[in-house]
């Protein structure tokens, strides 16, 4: 079973760019999630979809920051423009959904790793 | 607000030995809590996840135990070895409506052989 698979793995771009992370979940997962870990710091939540749908997005820093998922599949995140605060790792990670317990294992990415200079 | 803090932030130990790596939580109203792994340049593997009803999950050489009143859990991990080095994170979910979860930066751990 492929996992959750995150592109570009590494991303180096200047301030006032725009950049885009793409994240493909664990094919029949519903929920998937954003997350994100800056310098030094612990990994904060960004947002949540279940399907298409955007459940929770309290977690995103900013108006610069735009989040898809399209007809429920891979997602994008999309930072226009980045500021050089918005450096770090970027996760995107899966999960089945509600129910038994071993469906809310949420299983993560490889994260992209975002430099903005 | 919930904080989740892991101490020590580092901690190495020779092979062949058990440890514990703590977790402590501010708020014990939780759903769930999970144990990850992190290996340098990759993601994060779920290791255990234990429920807000239960008090541990075991998976082999872990075990995780949860006391939700006191806002604490350990990971145990029995008879050390070289590939158990990664950073350890643990992460509390509020309550079964919110997905959220709130993660604690972690305890490197370096097995020596």
């Known amino acids: 079973e492929a996992g959750v698979t995150q592109f570009p793995s590494h991303s180096v771009i200047e301030k006032g760019q725009t950049v885009t992370l793409r994240c493909d979940p664990i094919?029949?997962?519903?929920?998937l999630y954003w997350y994100r870990r800056v310098m030094g710091k612990e990994i904060k939540f960004l947002l949540h979809f279940v399907k298409e749908s955007k459940q929770d997005e309290s977690g995103m820093p900013n108006n610069r920051f735009l989040a898809e998922r399209t007809g429920g599949t891979y997602s994008t995140l999309k930072v226009q423009p980045a500021e050089l605060e918005d450096s770090g790792v970027y996760f995107c990670?899966?999960?089945?959904?509600?129910?038994?317990?071993?469906?809310?294992?949420?299983?993560f990415g490889s994260g992209t790793q975002l430099s903005v200079l | 607000k919930q904080e989740v803090t892991q101490i020590p932030a580092a901690l190495s130990v020779p092979e062949g030995e058990n440890l514990v790596l703590n977790c402590s939580f501010t708020?014990?109203?939780?759903?769930?809590l999970q144990w990850f792994r992190q290996d340098p340049g990759k993601g994060l593997t779920s290791l255990l996840l234990?429920?807000?009803?239960?008090r541990e999950q075991t998976s082999g050489r872990l075990n995780a135990s949860l006391d939700k009143s006191s806002g604490r859990s350990t990971l145990y991990i029995a008879a050390s070895q070289p590939g158990d080095s990664a950073t350890y994170l643990c992460a509390v979910r509020p309550n079964f409506g919110n997905e959220k979860l709130t993660f604690g930066t972690g305890t490197r751990l370096t097995i020596i052989p």
């Open positions: 990670a899966s999960s089945q959904g509600p129910g038994r317990a071993t469906n809310e294992k949420l299983f």
């Open positions: 094919s029949g997962h519903d929920n």
């Open positions: 708020d014990s109203a939780i759903y769930n």
């Open positions: 234990i429920q807000s009803s239960q």
